[in-house]
């Protein structure tokens, strides 16, 4: 083997390690794979960064996260244009405490029992209320079980903190992406800019 293939084995071994280390998953229980009963998101009564699976570790480590496959193409661009407020109409509870909130068809149908009732999307969304039906939107950001992290809305938005700060340009998307990876390093970043508080009880229980 050469001296350059060498060094790169070593430097792949090191960055494995190292998410495996800073992770939680220790190096012994790589191949070992977790009972069928337990779930990949089952959270240990035990405190512990471990994760489930050396994939979930992984994963985690490197930021990848899957996409979110919403029930319905929801146009945030339509709707902002036509001058909906995202925490007046269908976010309400944002202001209020840690959750903000998302729109069921009771709240859809609002607006859209008088607006725009031809249109597919709205005939769809009139046919799930008269069966009793909601929405089951899918969250598009979410930490870790193992991260512990505390994420509040509410003084956020007291602060004057604008939603695209932490959700991107969603006034000129259709359906919600991940446009900001909401790491750590970010979070700490904002909160020495503004003099918010920065010790770790503050995000992490």
């Not at 050469?2 to 992770?23: D, E, K, L, Q």
């Not at 220790?26 to 050396?54: E, N, W, Y």
């Not at 976010?91 to 909130?101: D, N």
């Amino acid at each position: 083997m050469s001296s350059r293939a060498g060094a790169g084995a070593r430097v792949w071994t090191i960055v494995a390690c190292g998410a495996c280390i800073a992770t939680g998953v220790a190096c012994g229980r790589i191949g070992d794979h977790p009972p069928a009963s337990v779930s990949a998101r089952q959270v240990s009564p035990v405190f512990t960064p471990a994760h489930s699976t050396l994939a979930g570790a992984v994963d985690d480590f490197f930021w990848v996260k899957g996409r979110a496959v919403q029930p319905i193409e929801f146009p945030h661009r339509t709707h902002i244009e036509k001058g909906a407020k995202c925490t007046e109409y269908c976010h309400e509870s944002v202001t209020m405490g840690p959750i903000a909130g998302l729109p069921g068809v009771n709240t859809c149908m609002v607006c859209h029992i008088m607006f725009a009732t031809d249109r597919p999307l709205i005939k769809q969304i009139a046919a799930m209320q008269e069966k009793g039906l909601d929405l089951q939107w899918q969250r598009v950001y979410r930490y870790a079980p193992q991260a512990h992290v505390r994420f509040n809305h509410a003084p956020h938005i007291r602060a004057g903190v604008e939603c695209s700060t932490c959700h991107g340009d969603i006034a000129h998307q259709t359906v919600a992406q991940r446009n900001v990876d909401l790491h750590m390093g970010f979070c700490v970043n904002c909160h020495r800019q503004k003099n918010a508080p920065n010790e770790c009880v503050t995000c992490h229980f």
